[in-house]
């Protein structure tokens, strides 16, 4: 039962791109879990597209980063490069705001922007624990949602 609760399609992915990347494969497995139920033809009405939900433009940034001269939009239609690419970009926030998986969730939801502009108005530090602050409720939702689950896959499948 737990596993159609939890599934995890494309283990061996998600395991390899989280441990080149140094991120929890549970974690990346929650993430995909809540962006797209694991639909890799999911699709936002705002545009954000694959497994990992990543948006055209954030796409063209993050190829841009990891340096993929042979990258184009269309192929974040492709699982094996929307979980390498989101992994990557997971992992880059969980750098960018030092480990702390709030305040990383809440930029792969809401906006590295939005996050950066709450800890300056909000005077939230790097250590930011109070998931209840985060002024926009699908992104509390979302960090609380992603967290869970993440204890799950962890205890389901032994990460």
């Known amino acids: ?56 433009d954030t796409g063209d940034w993050i190829a841009e980063e990891m340096n993929l001269s042979d990258y184009q939009p269309e192929r974040l239609n492709d699982v094996r490069t929307n979980i390498r690419m989101g992994t990557w970009y997971l992992a880059y926030l969980l750098k960018e705001y030092e480990g702390n998986k709030i305040l990383a969730l809440a930029a792969y939801n809401a906006g590295r922007g939005h996050v950066d502009s709450w800890m300056k108005q909000y005077g939230w530090k790097k250590d930011f624990s109070k998931i209840e602050e985060i002024p926009f409720s699908e992104t509390r939702e979302y960090v609380r949602i992603v967290l869970l689950n993440e204890k799950q896959y962890n205890q389901l499948y032994g990460f």
């Open 1 to 56: 039962m737990r596993e159609f609760v939890y599934p995890l399609q494309y283990d061996y992915m998600v395991r390899q791109y989280a441990y080149e990347e140094h991120v929890e494969p549970a974690l990346v497995a929650s993430v995909i879990l809540v962006e797209s139920k694991f639909d890799r033809t999911a699709a936002s009405h705002r545009g954000a597209v694959g497994l990992m939900q990543i948006m055209p």
